[in-house]
């Protein structure tokens, strides 16, 4: 059994921050939080941001400079702080994971989706 679990969203004003962390566990093998996707209403999933295993940080245009994505090595716990949020960066977030043993090159998502956490900027 796999579990992908996010947290940390949650209504923030125009330029606020928010922290979001990924916890992936499964029952016969180790996985890990590789990745962070978004999909606003009528919109198609987006990459956000990818830890590879060679620790190459890749993001999209839209959130660089804002976004930073990070492991924590005690846990293997993805992190994504975002700052100087803005009303387009409102989408339901996804953690994607990937198995730890396997080579993830960050280029797209891993086999396993967590349920995803809604954050939404807005004054």
């Known amino acids: 059994q796999v579990q992908v679990v996010e947290s940390g969203g949650g209504l923030v004003q125009p330029g606020g921050s928010l922290r979001l962390s990924c916890a992936a566990s499964?029952?016969?093998?180790?996985?890990?939080?590789v990745g962070w996707y978004r999909q606003a209403p009528g919109k198609q999933r987006e990459l956000v941001a990818t830890?590879?295993?060679?620790?190459?940080?890749n993001y999209a245009d839209s959130v660089k400079g804002r976004f930073t994505i990070s492991r924590d090595y005690t846990d293997q716990t993805l992190h994504l702080v975002m700052n100087n949020l803005k009303p387009e960066d409102t989408a339901v977030y996804y953690c994607?994971?990937?198995?730890?043993?396997?080579?993830?090159?960050?280029?797209?998502?891993?086999?396993?989706w967590g349920q995803g956490t809604q954050v939404t900027v807005s004054s």
């Open positions: 994607t994971a990937a198995k730890t043993r396997q080579y993830y090159d960050g280029s797209g998502p891993g086999p396993y």
């Open positions: 499964a029952s016969t093998f180790r996985i890990k939080g």
């Open positions: 830890l590879n295993t060679s620790e190459y940080r």
